[in-house]
């Protein structure tokens, strides 16, 4: 029963979450309670890239670079928190294993299924998203095109802060 109320538990806090650092922070618990491995100092950034990537980690640095895109377009057709909050644990999921040493796109996509379905169950909206791929969830994300202007890149304050000591 203990397995039962700790998936109840991270539903409600996913499902509780407003915004980026929120989710990332459940993101990183899932992680360490299904495969036992964290990491911290990770940057978030918001980038205008090509609409058929979701996000990219750079081996050896501390950024994920989410699609900006991708991100608002799934913002305007999710039903609410719940369902955005399940695409950014997904894709977050996803790239915060690469962020940990996993190259293998293969094994990180089996990976980010068994930590969903361990941590929040196998009918979740994030382990739907990420077993059948997002697009395949929102049909109307196909045509989706990018900016038309140079890559503009933000970074998202306040986004990995459980991992900070201090302000500097």
């Known amino acids: 029963m203990r397995g039962a109320t700790f998936m ?59 699609n900006r895109t991708l991100y608002e377009a799934v913002s305007s057709l999710a039903s609410g928190r719940t369902e955005l909050n399940a695409y950014l644990f997904a894709i977050l999921t996803h790239e915060y294993l690469h962020s940990l040493g996993i190259t293998e796109e293969m094994m990180v996509r089996q990976l980010v299924q068994k930590v969903g379905e361990e941590c929040l169950g196998p009918e979740h909206p994030a382990v739907v998203m990420a077993s059948r791929g997002i697009w395949n969830v929102y ?30």
Do not use: W
Not at 139 to 158: F, H, I, N, T, W
């Open 139 to 168: 049909p109307g994300l196909q045509g989706l095109r990018g900016a038309e202007s140079p890559p503009d890149y933000e970074v998202v304050k306040d986004f990995d802060t459980s991992s900070m000591p201090y302000i500097a």
């Open 8 to 66: 109840a538990e991270m539903v409600h806090e996913l499902e509780s979450c407003n915004g980026f650092g929120d989710v990332f922070e459940v993101v990183k618990r899932a992680v360490q309670k299904s495969l036992g491995m964290r990491r911290a100092g990770l940057t978030l950034v918001l980038g205008d890239i090509p609409t058929h990537i979701g996000a990219y980690h750079v081996m050896g640095s501390n950024s994920i670079v989410l």
